[in-house]
Each structure stands twice: as C-alpha cells, then as structure tokens.
C-alpha cells in the first residue's frame, strides 16, 4: 500500500479522503492556500504545506508548487478530489513523469473524458444512445447554421471542456443562437482554455441519471447503481439520491449494462461515472463521463455500505475490485442534501463571513460531510459548499423525513444558506412522490 498519501484539495473532500487514509494507516499531507491555514484539513492531515495564494489558480490549481512540497515530503501518490486539478490530464502527465501515483483513471481516459463531444462520439460507437447533435467543427458557422436547423428548436450549446455547469447555454431560435454562440465560446475560453463548443438538441423534462462504475487495472468491471441528480440549479446539483425513483428495475439493468459496455470499451479503470439523460417515454441517451469521485458519491456508499474513497485508493495501488457485481446489494434509500451558503432571497448570492454559531444534527441514518466549526470563515475564493447531509432510511419515506428533520436541527449563524430551501422541497408534494424533472428547482424558488 501506499506509503504516503497527498490529499491535493480543500474543504470537505479533503477532510472525507484524509478520514480514509487515517483509517487504512496511510500518512497523509494536506495542502493549503494563505485562505485555507486554519482549514480542518490542514489539521486533520499528518503533515501540510502552503501552496500560494487564495485564488486557486496561485494554490490548489499550482503544479510547481505542488509538486515540489511532494518531493520534499516524499509523497507516493496523489488523491486529487473533485474540481480542481481531478480531471486535467496535463497534471496526471506530469505526475507519472515524477513517478508519483495518480488516485484515479488513466491519463488517457481523463483526457477523452475532458472532450465531451468526443466522449460522445466514442460512446456512440461503443453502441450507446447519445443524444442528436451536431459535433463536428462548429468553426464553419454556414455549416453550424444549416445543422441547428435540421435538429431543430430549442437545442442546447456545450462547452467540449465544460464542466461545473459552466459553458452550457438553451438556445430556442435564430436569435439566440446568434447571441449565446459567441457567449459560450467566451465563457469557455476563460474556464477551460478552448472555446470548442457542441450543439445538441435540448430534451426538455428529462431526468439525470448517472451510474458509478468501478474498475481495476485486470479488465474486471462493476457498477454501484445509479445516482439520480435531476435536482439542479444552473446545472449545479442540489439534491441527489440512490436509487432514483423514475428507474423500474428492468431500465436500471439496461443502463447498468451500457454504463459497463462504455467503460468496458475505454478500458476504463478506478472510478468513474456515466452520465445520462432519461425522457419521459424512458429513452436514455449518454450525454458525459466524470472521471472523478463525485460530490454526490456519499448517496452510492450509503446504499451499498462500500467506501469509495478506500476502493479508488486500493485500485490505484494494482488491488483488484474488493467484490464482484453480485456480492454489491443496495440496501434502503438514501439522499443528500447540499447544504450552500447562497442567500436564496438575494437571487442565490454567495454568502461570505464568519461562522458565528453551529449546530450539525446526527442520529440513526444521518451523516453529515462537512469542513466548517463554528468561527470558520467562509472566502469568496471558492466554492459555496459549506455540508453535505446525507440520510439513510429503510425506504425513501423514511430518508425523506430524517433528511427534513436533520435540516430543522442544523443552525448555522453567521452566514446566509439554503436550508430553508432544502426544507421546503423536504415538504413538497412533487418532490415526495418522486415527480420532478429538469424545470423542478426553477418552480420552487
Ligand atoms: C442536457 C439536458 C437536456 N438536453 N442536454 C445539465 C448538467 C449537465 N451535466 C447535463 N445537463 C443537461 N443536459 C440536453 N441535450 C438537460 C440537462 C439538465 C438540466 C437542464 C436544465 C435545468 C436543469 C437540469 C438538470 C439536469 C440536467
């Protein structure tokens, strides 16, 4: 096993990913940015370093400065998380050049993943279901014209190296596209460094629905079932579950199967998870792969009562698959409710300040991911992700309702946050009879 674990995030991931290493007897060493020196990851870890400024683009996106505290701690391998440098394949490049290990897939795969419409194309070959589009050159505006045409209204414009919600824009006619086309083109240049972009037609009352995979480095392919995501805001999720309650068993097999058909046809390896769209009639169609352990993998760990993070770490050290696919039972119901610090009734502003006062909630089948102590202050200089709660119940009536009273225990002064939200949605009528698709979030608020 490893000797020596870098945990190259922040915030609850880090935290998450250190309680494992902890657990398996792996030192660990945290790194930080000058925003981040009280974080509860810098304590938690056995060793930390600071990597440069708040922005992260001078800390936790800064390879040099990374690479050289590795060094110098003689790190082995390298958890990255999620967001930051998790799914650029330059960083995993360079990784294997310093002889560090990469906690995760194949330089490769992350690179296929991180070219969406390229994904698609791949997957489409494999014999899965994609979505119609147009993703050749989009360069060629005469052509691009012409093919927005023939898919028809409304269509949606997606950043090729999108990811977080960023560069993804619904265009309903001529107007708009003229309009939007220049606007995702920038807007992925600033993000990701390219402004490729594809167009796909726009499935309107779909549901997200994606599948976890895991792989190790002898071929051998599972899935760990479906996480349903449907609930987002600005194509950030909010609420996720496991399972989703639109899935009958018959549809969960024959997405399960191309999830695994796809990642079998990547040679895929370690985590991953296959994302797809599921109209009303329950067509599905694959619209992208994360590369990554995802935000919302805590629901998936739940049902089937595995450690992710332990699995990633113990395949990417050469451990095959801890179980085969008909050991993997999925067991009651689970949800986990993003806890932001957003001010709902300011248009979902992010919420800066300290933490004046914190109570997190527990009890039987409630867990909360956190990073935040009552004196903590949130900076504007990452993401507004301030807990995770995640319940577990017998069935989806029961997570329902430990979900609703985990939130009415959780006090967070200080700052503004989304409980209230979260509350409401934990009531609504649609929402408990498993009746929402794409548009639920913008008809709650
Ligand atoms: C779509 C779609 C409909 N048609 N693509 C949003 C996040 C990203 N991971 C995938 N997303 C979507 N892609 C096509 N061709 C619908 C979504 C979508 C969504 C869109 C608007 C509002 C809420 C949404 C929630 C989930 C998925």
């Known amino acids: 096993m490893f000797r020596k674990i870098l945990i190259a995030n922040r915030g609850e991931i880090a935290v998450r990913i250190i309680r494992t290493c902890k657990e398996m007897g792996i030192p660990t060493v945290a790194i930080y940015s000058q925003a981040d020196r009280d974080?509860?990851?810098?304590?938690?870890?056995?060793?930390?370093?600071?990597?440069?400024?708040?922005?992260?683009?001078?800390?936790?996106?800064?390879?040099?400065?990374?690479?050289?505290?590795?060094?110098?701690?003689?790190v082995e391998a390298i958890h990255p998380g999620y967001g930051f440098l998790s799914e650029n394949a330059r960083f995993v490049k360079i990784l294997e050049e310093c002889n560090f290990k990469f906690i995760g897939p194949s330089q490769e795969a992350i690179e296929l993943g991180s070219h969406k419409a390229r994904t698609c194309d791949a997957?489409?070959?494999?014999?899965?279901?994609?979505?119609?589009?147009?993703?050749?050159?989009?360069?060629?505006?005469?052509?691009?014209?012409?093919?927005?045409?023939?898919?028809?209204?409304?269509v949606m414009l997606k950043a090729s190296a999108g990811g977080g919600g960023k560069g993804m824009r619904?265009?309903?006619?001529?107007?708009?596209?003229?309009?939007?086309?220049?606007?995702?083109?920038?807007?992925?240049?600033?993000?990701?460094?390219?402004g490729e972009f594809y167009v796909e037609k726009y499935l309107e009352d779909v549901r997200h629905i994606e599948f976890?995979?895991?792989?190790?480095?002898?071929?051998?392919?599972?899935?760990?079932?479906?996480?349903?995501?449907?609930?987002?805001?600005?194509?950030?999720?909010?609420?996720?579950?496991?399972?989703?309650?639109?899935?009958?068993?018959?549809?969960r097999e024959k997405m399960a199967e191309a999830a695994i058909e796809g990642a079998r046809f990547l040679k895929y390896r370690n985590l991953g998870t296959m994302e797809f769209l599921v109209d009303?009639?329950?067509?599905?169609?694959?619209?992208?792969?994360?590369?990554?352990?995802?935000?919302?993998?805590?629901v998936t760990e739940m049902v089937f009562g595995l450690d992710l993070v332990k699995e990633q770490i113990q395949l990417a050290s050469g451990k095959k698959l801890s179980l085969k696919q008909l050991q993997a039972k999925p067991k009651g119901h689970c949800l986990e409710c993003r806890i932001l610090a957003e001010d709902i009734d300011r248009g979902f502003m992010p919420s800066t300040g300290k933490i004046d006062g914190l109570y997190i909630p527990g009890g039987l089948g409630v867990r909360v991911d956190t990073h935040i102590y009552s004196g903590y202050e949130i900076t504007p200089y990452y993401d507004s992700?301030?807990?995770?709660?995640?319940?577990?119940?017998?069935?989806?009536?029961?997570?329902?309702?430990?979900?609703?009273?985990?939130?009415?225990?959780?006090?967070?002064?200080?700052?503004?946050?989304?409980?209230?939200?979260?509350?409401r949605i934990m009531k609504d009528k649609d929402f408990i009879e498993g009746n929402f698709t794409t548009d639920y979030l913008e008809k709650m608020v």
Not at 50 to 68: E, H, K, M
Not at 395 to 417: H, P, S, V, W
Request: with cysteine.
């Open 123 to 154: 997957m489409k070959t494999a014999g899965l279901p994609i979505v119609g589009g147009f993703r050749e050159n989009t360069e060629d505006e005469q052509e691009l014209w012409k093919r927005v045409k023939s898919l028809g209204y409304p």
């Open 170 to 194: 619904i265009v309903h006619n001529e107007k708009e596209l003229a309009k939007m086309v220049p606007v995702v083109k920038k807007e992925a240049e600033i993000s990701f460094g390219s």
């Open 385 to 423: 992700l301030l807990a995770k709660l995640i319940c577990w119940g017998k069935d989806r009536k029961e997570a329902i309702t430990r979900c609703y009273n985990a939130l009415g225990e959780f006090n967070i002064t200080g700052i503004k946050t989304n409980i209230p939200l979260l509350k």
């Open 280 to 298: 009303s009639k329950r067509n599905f169609y694959f619209i992208e792969i994360n590369t990554r352990i995802q935000v919302e993998h805590p």
């Open 39 to 74: 974080s509860l990851h810098v304590k938690f870890a056995d060793e930390a370093f600071c990597v440069g400024g708040p922005a992260s683009r001078d800390s936790y996106l800064n390879i040099p400065n990374i690479l050289s505290g590795a060094d110098v701690l003689q």
């Open 212 to 251: 976890q995979v895991v792989a190790d480095n002898f071929g051998e392919i599972m899935h760990l079932g479906e996480r349903e995501c449907t609930i987002q805001r600005r194509h950030q999720k909010v609420i996720e579950e496991s399972p989703s309650p639109f899935l009958d068993e018959p549809l």
